[in-house]
């Protein structure tokens, strides 16, 4: 096994993350692979570690990054021989002693990826800064799995940085890699066997987050690239509704009705219209996955009508607080709603099927790691 593991300035980290894979990978064939995007002392100091350490470690510096952590990654599964390559941060916090487990349960179950998720019962995000951003951590696994709901129906937490997968399995030349969310590059280019077992992301070792306003860009960025389908149709269709809805807006209170009344009879309107427009076009694969049809429009026109209830006291603030024409206020509040109806769409009622496979690994598990690895 190849334990990749991508720095940028990493250097305090390196002596005690490598401590730490020699402790837990003693006995298995391994070696640990930084690839080193570094302005630091990081490069030196992984050599100098590299000169004592338990376990081979080996060191490819990039003097011309390119791709960020994701485009490390792919390097070093190209300058990979083993069967495995599981990917970790050099931060430690991800747990060293769950490279085993990972390893262990990937030989055991057979699948070509396995996932320690932070989503699954036993598994935490503790170990983010601060609440803020492990709202935004999770706002965001919500917004990719709804994006790829058959991808990604039995990975809870595509966005970690923690998995090992299967070397043969991945294709690097369908890899577009950018910034940090490698693992939703490899499951959204192709079609891996998956299990999980949870995790509990620890607090940094050392050093600073790499997380920043462009870093998050890249994020939005990179789905747009992966999903320039479905949510792109939803999004066109929910494009024609608001068009739709502008419209009756404007014609009702051109004809003297209330800007609510308005509204409220314009909301419905295209509340339906879009339903049966995203059932033919946006989710038709997805229809036979689980709920009927008219549980499926119950679910969509209850949501959209809880939805239209928050939405109307922001319109009413907005025209009657803030002075803006109804017509464009109706504009802002439905692109504030949009991503929060795609969620609820992929992510419940057009929800597949799980077909998860237990991640569980019994005792016996344990000799399984040999020289294949």
């Not at 430690?92 to 769950?98: A, K, S, Y």
């Not at 009756?248 to 309107?269: D, H, K, N, P, R």
Request: hydrophobic share 50%; net charge neutral; with cysteine.
């Amino acid at each position: 096994m190849t334990v990749i593991v991508p720095t940028y300035n990493e250097a305090p980290n390196v002596a005690e993350l490598v401590r730490q894979l020699g402790v837990a990978l003693d006995g298995v064939a391994a070696e640990v692979l930084f690839v080193d995007d570094s302005s630091d002392d990081t490069p030196d100091v992984v050599r100098t570690v590299a000169a004592t350490a338990a376990i081979p470690v080996r060191l490819i510096h990039r003097d011309n990054p390119t791709g960020g952590l994701s485009g490390a990654v792919q390097e070093g599964i190209a300058a990979s021989t083993a069967t495995w390559c599981l990917v970790m941060d050099g931060d430690l916090q991800h747990p060293p002693d769950l490279v085993p487990v990972l390893l262990a349960t990937a030989v055991h179950e057979g699948v070509d990826v396995v996932v320690a998720s932070r989503y699954l019962a036993d598994g935490s995000s503790g170990g983010l800064a601060n609440a803020t951003r492990r709202a935004v951590s999770s706002v965001s696994t919500s917004l990719t799995r709804a994006m790829f709901p058959l991808r990604l129906a039995d990975c809870s937490d595509p966005m970690t940085g923690f998995f090992v997968v299967r070397r043969a399995a991945v294709d690097l030349e369908r890899l577009r890699p950018r910034g940090f969310k490698i693992l939703l590059e490899i499951l959204a280019r192709h079609r891996l066997t998956l299990a999980e077992i949870p995790f509990v992301f620890g607090d940094r070792l050392a050093g600073e987050s790499k997380a920043s306003l462009a870093q998050g860009l890249s994020f939005l960025s990179q789905l747009a690239a992966l999903r320039f389908g479905r949510m792109s149709r939803f999004a066109v269709i929910g494009g024609l509704g608001a068009l739709v809805n502008i419209g009756i807006v404007a014609a009702l209170t051109s004809l003297g009705a209330g800007y609510l009344l308005a509204a409220v009879c314009a909301a419905e309107f295209t509340i339906v219209m879009n339903f049966l427009l995203q059932e033919r076009f946006v989710f038709h694969d997805l229809r036979h996955e689980g709920r009927g049809v008219w549980r499926r429009f119950g679910s969509s026109f209850a949501f959209n009508n809880a939805e239209t209830l928050v939405r109307l006291p922001l319109l009413a603030l907005l025209v009657q607080t803030a002075h803006v024409a109804a017509v464009p206020a109706t504009a802002v509040t439905l692109l504030i709603a949009f991503l929060a109806r795609f969620t609820f769409h992929a992510r419940v009622i057009y929800r597949p099927r799980s077909s998860r496979r237990s991640s569980s690994l019994p005792a016996e598990a344990a000799p399984l790691l040999d020289e294949r690895a």
